[in-house]
Nanobody, 124 residues
Framework: QVHLVESGGGLVQAGGSLRLSCAAS????????MGWFRQAPGKEREFVAI????????SYADSVKGRFTISRDNAKSTVYLQMNSLKPEDTAVYYC?????????????????WGQGTQVTVSS
């Protein structure tokens, strides 16, 4: 069992930065790949980034590549999403998720656990 809690969302101007954190409880955090997803109003939830459990391999959606960085600290059971050069179209609720799979891109139904989400709003 893994319990996930996101933090770090907020309101930022276009071009600014935010760092999201996702703290996990449970003994098996290091055995899960961790992903970030986002859902904008009226849109489906979409994959943002993944970091594998077995090594620090990362993969990103094309829309955030070069601007966002995912990382993890297994000692702290925490995964981060550093978001730079934010755009208004990045506005969404951001969710972290845990998956036993190691893929280039995660689908929502491949994730076993989800956080409650944190709102990110980017103003133009």
């Amino acid at each position: 069992q893994v319990h996930l809690v996101e933090s770090g969302g907020g309101l930022v101007q276009a071009g600014g930065s935010l760092r999201l954190s996702c703290a996990a409880s449970g003994r098996t955090f290091s055995s899960y790949s961790m992903g970030w997803f986002r859902q904008a109003p009226g849109k489906e939830r979409e994959f943002v980034a993944i970091i594998w459990w077995s090594r620090d391999f990362t993969s990103y959606a094309d829309s955030v590549k070069g601007r966002f960085t995912i990382s993890r600290d297994n000692a702290k059971s925490t995964v981060y999403l550093q978001m730079n050069s934010l755009k208004p179209e990045d506005t969404a609720v951001y969710y972290c998720a845990a998956s036993p799979r190691q893929r280039l891109f995660l689908a929502s139904n491949e994730c076993d656990y989800w956080g409650q989400g944190t709102q990110v709003t980017v103003s133009s």
